[in-house]
């Protein structure tokens, strides 16, 4: 009798140490909503991206996923809750570029951006347009050009933040370029949108995702982008290489990672399930055509070394620039 007891204590203590596994917990998960931190406001190209996923993962899971948008300091609020959220698979951060750029611009950040989190997924990448309302009277870049080199740090143009990608392509292309103009710094893409289209601002610098519609529509004009080709979206637009600016590309882009410690089943599953609904025909048309996303898809370890490239590359354009958070 004490013989059989043991070993049936013996085989459900087995029973619960395999349900607490990484691998159980996959296979369960998510048993709960599971947040989305958007560390941006509504208006930008971080709060739709989110949105779009949490409503198709929360059909394709049963499951509700919620954005929650935790706003503020180029996005590092946001950052620093979820780097400080238990580490279990139910809070994820949404980053935008500024994820490389923050470290090396904001001397008190709370988190490690290196080792404190997990890459789950690349998303995709874009270029930036640059542009002006249609009531400015620059045709092109290089009209625009020519007005800053003829008043030097009169001419204004936007970015979504110090330090933003924007606002570190401007810095080089100026350099490049010969001419100074004055950096606005916004506090998301919704709010400096508004100002473009009001001509507040004499230009502005934004994804082809957050400024592709208006241009489209006639609201906005633009005068350049930046990726390496001309953007399927604005194909009409030139990029800064045809325009002189030789081998110039800087590209904006979206991806989603968690607290470090989430099991990696947990992850290499959301990765898997993102994966299956960037392959459907609306969600594709709208990444690729609408946002002019240069979809990724990446696995983790994919993420994990853009990541660090990033980091590298953009860390020493604020160095050698003397870049500070205004």
């Known amino acids: 009798m004490v013989n059989k007891l043991i070993r049936n204590i013996g085989l459900a203590l087995g029973v619960l140490a395999v349900a607490a596994s990484p691998i159980a917990s996959a296979q369960q998960w998510p048993a709960k909503p599971v947040t989305f931190v958007s560390p941006f406001p509504p208006g930008g190209s971080v ?190 637009v030139p990029t800064m290489a045809e325009l002189g600016y030789k081998g110039f590309s800087a590209e904006a882009w979206w991806a989603i990672y968690a607290p470090t410690g989430t099991p990696k089943a947990i992850i290499d599953k959301l990765n898997a399930e993102i994966v299956k609904i960037t392959k459907q025909p609306d969600v594709n048309k709208q990444l690729t055509v609408t946002m002019g996303m240069n979809l990724k898809a990446s696995s983790p370890e994919e993420l994990g070394k853009f990541t660090a490239s990033e980091m590298a590359r953009w860390s020493k354009v604020i160095k050698d620039n003397g870049i500070k958070r205004d």
């Open 47 to 236: 709060d739709p991206l989110a949105r779009l996923f949490a409503a198709k993962l929360s059909e394709a899971l049963g499951q509700q996923f919620i954005v929650e948008n935790r706003t503020g300091a180029s996005g590092s609020i946001g950052t620093a809750y979820v780097a400080k959220a238990p580490a279990d698979g139910y809070t994820f951060l949404f980053a935008f570029d500024m994820h490389a750029t923050n470290p090396y611009l904001i001397s008190k950040l709370t988190f490690d951006t290196a080792k404190d989190f997990s890459p789950v997924m690349l998303v995709g990448t874009a270029p930036m347009a640059f542009a002006t309302a249609p009531s400015k009277p620059y045709k092109n870049f290089n009209d625009y050009v020519k007005a800053a080199k003829a008043k030097p740090d009169t001419l204004s143009y936007g970015s979504v933040g110090s330090g933003s990608l924007g606002h570190l392509a401007l810095t080089l292309l100026q350099k490049e370029g010969g001419f100074k103009i004055i950096h606005i710094p916004y506090k998301g893409g919704g709010p400096m949108t508004i100002d473009m289209l009001g001509g507040q601002v004499d230009a502005g610098i934004g994804t082809v995702a957050l400024l592709g519609n208006n241009i489209r529509a006639g609201k906005l004009r633009a005068l350049a982008v930046t990726g390496d080709k001309r953007a399927a979206s604005l194909p009409d």
